[in-house]
């Protein structure tokens, strides 16, 4: 099973990112997929994510407004778009998924996911 995240890069303050988290050895249509974040010298934090099945969604206040999780079942790939990009969003992004027919509730905390992937660089220069 492999967790791959990617889109991460440079970008100016008011500009746009959408990452991409894609599963490998597990379908994410029946399980939530979420995104979590770890600037430097701070704690992972959770940023969004999307339930299995039901596409429900939830946003951690700092990114509400700013940012649209998706998936795109056929590709097996959740999305994290993320528009007006400010310097604080600066920080290393990982995805995560959790077990059969979990609902995004349970990835509020990193420790609940059953599978994690390695993180992209967002970098928001000023």
């Known amino acids: 099973v492999q967790l791959q995240a990617s889109g991460g890069g440079l970008v100016q303050a008011g500009g746009s990112l959408r990452l991409s988290c894609a599963g490998f050895g597990l379908t994410f249509s029946y399980r939530a997929v979420g995104w979590f974040r770890q600037a430097p010298g701070k704690d992972r934090e959770f940023v969004a994510a999307?339930?299995?099945?039901?596409?429900?969604?939830g946003y951690a206040d700092a990114v509400k407004g700013r940012s649209t999780i998706s998936r795109d079942n056929t590709k097996n790939t959740v999305y994290l778009l993320m528009n007006n990009l400010k310097p604080e969003d600066t920080a290393v992004y990982y995805c995560?998924?959790?077990?059969?027919?979990?609902?995004?509730?349970?990835?509020?905390?990193?420790?609940?996911?059953?599978?994690r992937g390695q993180g992209t660089q967002v970098t928001v220069s000023s």
């Open positions: 995560a998924a959790g077990g059969y027919r979990s609902i995004w509730p349970n990835l509020r905390d990193i420790k609940s996911a059953n599978y």
């Open positions: 999307i339930s299995g099945g039901t596409d429900y969604t």
